[in-house]
């Protein structure tokens, strides 16, 4: 009787459900939702919020299935050259990577020295990068998912705590001198921290596009960022300067070497905490090699292309006060908007170069 019981509630239950079977097998044929998850939001107010999700998926491509391996049936993959080319707009041709390039003469280098640790150190990191993102189509999970077959139960989450740190970490500081650059553009009457919080909100505003609102924008955003990048260093190559000698020797040197390499490494590395999320929809049969080649290169490449500016600009603080200052008094964005000319085109790098930074959070 029990049993019977038992069968009658489950048939009455799936008999109340309010949604059709029809948006039920066409949600369910094409992944956008589970089966169980359906099942389980079919009443009430869930029903509606589970029927925007799947035409969002469907129009936008949002995702609803979070965390979920993205079995071989429910791939969508998307062409294999953005393997390269989407890391390039973010955070990379970016105000923070010129800034990063500041780092070598902040510990003391000269230009010939931190030149080749940027270039290996960040090498050395987009191959850790690299290696992380093959994992993404033959496993279908996400990074921080593969981080709990691999750790555990209980040490995935501090991988999961330290990578909420590094995702912060990183985010404020594309927002912090992409607020620097908008104050400068407005000729500083628009404060830095009003600066931040728009590109936060841009930042959120984006982030709700999904999967492949961010291939479609990645897809050609680096190529405006890479022509930008092409103009600032026409304009300030020639204030390069080789000969200028290292600020420490010795000892200090050395820990100099190895913090500002260590930096560089953890620079390409960042990307190993999410960088298989956007790898779960190349089949299985990718070739590892080919992701590994072209992620890390895909990587290394942009980063080392604001690094060097970077490099370049700091080479000279020593014998340009006027830019010293300007650095000193207004960050980056004051200091480039200084060094650009003319005063109008500078500007419009400067709103794109902080746009660059903004869509740090929106790739997370």
Same mark, same amino acid.
């Given at each position: 009787?029990?049993?019977?019981?038992?069968?009658?509630?489950?048939?009455?239950?799936?008999? @109340?459900?309010?949604?059709?079977?029809?948006?039920?097998?066409?949600?369910?044929?094409?992944?956008?939702?589970?089966?169980?998850?359906?099942?389980?939001?079919?009443?009430?107010?869930?029903?509606?919020?589970?029927?925007?999700?799947?035409?969002?998926?469907?129009?936008?491509?949002?995702?609803?299935?979070?965390?979920?391996?993205?079995?071989?049936?429910?791939?969508?993959?998307?062409?294999?050259?953005?393997?390269?080319?989407?890391?390039?707009?973010?955070?990379?041709?970016? /105000?923070?990577?010129?800034?990063?390039?500041?780092?070598?003469?902040?510990?003391?280098?000269?230009?010939?020295?931190?030149?080749?640790?940027?270039?290996?150190?960040?090498?050395?990191?987009?191959?850790?990068?690299?290696?992380?993102?093959?994992?993404?189509?033959?496993?279908?999970?996400?990074?921080?998912?593969?981080?709990?077959?691999?750790?555990?139960?209980?040490?995935?989450?501090?991988?999961?705590?330290?990578?909420?740190?590094?995702?912060?970490?990183?985010?404020?500081?594309?927002?912090?001198?992409?607020?620097?650059?908008?104050?400068?553009?407005?000729?500083?009457?628009?404060?830095?921290?009003?600066?931040?919080?728009?590109?936060?909100?841009?930042?959120?505003?984006?982030?709700?596009?999904?999967?492949?609102?961010?291939?479609?924008?990645?897809?050609?955003?680096?190529?405006?960022?890479?022509?930008?990048?092409?103009?600032?260093?026409?304009?300030?190559?020639?204030?390069?300067?080789?000969?200028?000698?290292? @600020?420490?020797?010795?000892?200090?040197?050395?820990?100099?070497?190895?913090?500002?390499?260590?930096?560089?490494?953890?620079?390409?590395?960042?990307?190993?905490?999410?960088?298989? $999320?956007?790898?779960?929809?190349?089949?299985?049969?990718?070739?590892?090699?080919?992701?590994? /080649?072209?992620?890390?290169?895909?990587?290394?490449?942009?980063?080392?292309?604001?690094?060097?500016?970077?490099?370049?600009?700091?080479?000279?603080?020593?014998?340009?006060?006027?830019?010293?200052?300007?650095?000193? $008094?207004?960050?980056?964005?004051? /200091?480039? /908007?200084?060094?650009?000319?003319?005063?109008?085109?500078?500007?419009?790098?400067?709103?794109?170069?902080?746009?660059?930074?903004?869509?740090?959070?929106?790739?997370?």
């Amino acid at each position: 009787m029990p049993m019977k019981s038992l069968d009658a509630e489950k048939s009455s239950a799936v008999t @109340t459900l309010q949604l059709s079977d029809q948006a039920y097998e066409a949600n369910v044929q094409e992944g956008y939702v589970v089966a169980e998850e359906l099942l389980e939001a079919k009443r009430g107010i869930l029903a509606k919020f589970l029927h925007w999700e799947a035409f969002l998926d469907r129009k936008m491509g949002v995702e609803p299935h979070g965390p979920k391996r993205i079995t071989p049936e429910n791939k969508k993959p998307p062409n294999q050259w953005i393997m390269f080319f989407m890391w390039g707009s973010v955070g990379s041709y970016s /105000l923070v990577g010129i800034s990063t390039g500041f780092l070598g003469w902040e510990f003391g280098l000269s230009l010939g020295q931190s030149l080749p640790i940027m270039l290996l150190g960040t090498l050395l990191g987009s191959a850790a990068a690299g290696w992380c993102a093959s994992l993404g189509p033959g496993t279908g999970l996400r990074q921080v998912a593969i981080s709990r077959y691999s750790f555990g139960w209980w040490p995935s989450k501090i991988v999961a705590l330290l990578n909420i740190i590094e995702q912060v970490g990183w985010s404020a500081v594309n927002c912090i001198t992409g607020g620097q650059a908008l104050s400068a553009v407005s000729g500083y009457s628009l404060s830095i921290v009003l600066g931040i919080v728009i590109l936060s909100v841009v930042s959120v505003i984006l982030s709700f596009g999904g999967y492949t609102a961010i291939l479609n924008v990645q897809r050609y955003f680096w190529i405006l960022f890479f022509v930008i990048v092409l103009v600032i260093y026409g304009e300030i190559g020639g204030y390069a300067d080789l000969s200028a000698p290292a @600020t420490v020797s010795g000892s200090t040197a050395a820990g100099s070497v190895l913090t500002v390499l260590a930096i560089m490494y953890g620079d390409g590395s960042s990307w190993c905490s999410i960088i298989s $999320d956007y790898y779960v929809h190349y089949p299985v049969e990718t070739s590892k090699t080919k992701i590994f /080649l072209m992620t890390t290169f895909g990587i290394w490449i942009p980063i080392n292309v604001g690094l060097i500016i970077g490099a370049l600009i700091a080479s000279q603080m020593a014998d340009n006060d006027a830019w010293a200052t300007a650095y000193s $008094d207004n960050g980056m964005g004051g /200091l480039l /908007l200084l060094i650009l000319y003319p005063l109008p085109f500078a500007k419009f790098m400067l709103v794109f170069l902080s746009l660059g930074g903004s869509t740090y959070p929106f790739i997370m």
